[in-house]
């Protein structure tokens, strides 16, 4: 007890945010759970965890002919999520690793156990948003502010109360950069924990897979080179001196890895690890044009994020703000593994996701938006960005909690209209609001993108915009006092 009243008078602010959260995101799930049914990719990934509960196998045919899913499904579930081996079995298309990790609570409580420990993970990304903002120079009241409203007013509140496995990645991501861009020393323990991390992603799908490389990649250079360019011949110098470290880094995830390959081996006869979702080539990037998943990732009224979750638009001018001030290696890395990921859904078929809330694929880059939010924040004559915040926020929120009440608790079908939105036409603003938002299910109306795109663009001049009435003093001072770069002239 000591201990932990120790903890809150060092981090008051961590500490309301980790009651007023939990508190927030346990009253959601528990309500959740007791009255909507799991749907669209949330049973199958039950059904896995229930046939290594009851039968002690993968075999989850067994569980799906047995009826199994009776206890936490409402329905009729067939063998759609299937695809069979050479040996003629059944292989679930979804990764094991997410109903491998919250079996223990799904013994106790079956789905409630599970989504209580996807609220858990997703507790622990607001958390470390959090510490990484405030490790980063980030004024505490900005950090705690930001934190908060990725929990209330961005996909992360959806995700908290679903057993979608993307949240998990979510948090792999922003744990590994806040140990990436730490300074200072990193210990032994972070570093096998962040191993651990990144072996255990290919188990949660194989999609994470670029996710582990990159993020690999970043640990190594932070070990090595301290995030600085460093010539081949001084590479390879700093690995021998580091080399405990890197073993440390290295191995526990190579560990991991092979084990996947020879689970992937052992089920297929081949390491290729993309044939769990039969011979189609919907899973492969490049197979279909990449405009409709760019646009409707961000703009399309069903899946798009910043329509969803406008706070997340702050997160371009604190961008356009952090590449000036040339804050360090967050930038580089943030945009590789951006570029890089992206171009895994946006360039398919089954960009969104299928029947899934807004933000699904992109939910593993969401953390690292918050660090942008938080830097354009602490911008002391940025007049506009704390208004815009709070605004965007609270509109947010009100979308979230709204999604609730709609036929369809958020998620969408690529129907052409927000079911959330339709239910505000419907209930509380009658006017067509959907008309007047673009869609990407029939085509791209690219009239309307582009009315859309100017729209972001302009709010986002709008905030970097300079307070005529704050001097450069002032603004020395608070950049001083923040530890963040100063302003330019």
């Not at 927030?24 to 229930?50: C, K, M, N, R």
């Not at 499904?73 to 003629?88: A, E």
């Not at 744990?175 to 651990?196: A, D, M, N, P």
């Not at 702050?314 to 961008?319: R, Y």
Request: proline share 5%.
């Amino acid at each position: 007890m000591d201990h932990l009243l120790r903890l809150v008078r060092q981090s008051p602010h961590l500490a309301i945010l980790v009651v007023g959260v939990g508190g927030f995101f346990l009253a959601i799930a528990v309500w959740y759970a007791h009255t909507t049914w799991p749907t669209g990719d949330e049973p199958h990934y039950l059904v896995i965890s229930q046939t290594l509960l009851k039968y002690h196998s993968l075999d989850v045919a067994t569980a799906y002919h047995n009826r199994d899913y009776l206890s936490f499904y409402d329905g009729t579930l067939d063998l759609s999520h299937t695809v069979t081996n050479q040996q003629g079995r059944h292989v679930t298309v979804h990764g094991i690793g997410g109903p491998i990790l919250w079996l223990p609570l799904f013994a106790v409580a079956g789905r409630l156990g599970a989504i209580l420990f996807m609220t858990g993970v997703a507790l622990l990304v607001i958390v470390d948003i959090f510490r990484l903002l405030v490790e980063q120079g980030i004024r505490r009241t900005s950090a705690v502010a930001v934190a908060g409203f990725f929990a209330a007013a961005t996909p992360f509140f959806a995700f908290a109360h679903l057993t979608f496995v993307d949240l998990i990645a979510a948090w792999v991501v922003i744990y590994l950069f806040r140990k990436i861009l730490k300074k200072g020393q990193l210990w032994k323990r972070e570093l096998v924990t962040s191993s651990v991390l990144l072996g255990i992603l290919p188990w949660v799908h194989v999609k994470f897979t670029v996710v582990e490389a990159l993020l690999l990649l970043f640990l190594l250079a932070r070990i090595v080179a301290q995030n600085k360019a460093m010539p081949v011949r001084g590479i390879v110098t700093a690995a021998r001196s580091h080399w405990r470290e890197v073993c440390w880094a290295v191995l526990p995830a190579a560990a991991l890895a092979l084990g996947f390959e020879a689970f992937t081996h052992a089920t297929w006869n081949s390491f290729n690890p993309v044939l769990v979702y039969g011979t189609g080539d919907r899973t492969f990037p490049l197979t279909a044009s990449p405009f409709r998943g760019i646009f409707g990732t961000f703009l399309d009224q069903e899946y798009g994020i910043f329509i969803s979750a406008p706070v997340l638009v702050l997160a371009i001018p604190g961008f356009v703000l952090a590449v000036r001030d040339r804050v360090g290696p967050v930038n580089l890395y943030f945009t590789i593994l951006a570029v890089c990921y992206l171009a895994l859904f946006v360039a398919r078929v089954d960009w969104e996701g299928g029947w899934t809330p807004p933000g699904r694929f992109i939910l593993v880059l969401l953390p690292i938006f918050a660090y942008y939010v938080g830097y354009l924040l602490d911008r002391p004559n940025r007049f506009l960005a704390w208004p815009a915040f709070w605004a965007f926020g609270v509109v947010g929120t009100a979308y979230n909690l709204v999604s609730l009440r709609s036929a369809s608790h958020g998620f969408s079908a690529g129907v052409g209209q927000n079911q959330t939105i339709v239910y505000v036409q419907q209930h509380l603003w009658r006017m067509p609001l959907t008309h007047y938002l673009p869609s990407t299910a029939k085509g791209i109306d690219y009239a309307m993108v582009a009315v859309w795109t100017f729209v972001i663009a302009a709010v986002c001049g709008l905030l970097l915009l300079r307070s005529p009435m704050e001097g450069q003093k002032v603004s020395s001072l608070a950049s001083a006092s923040s530890g963040l770069p100063r302003e330019n002239s």
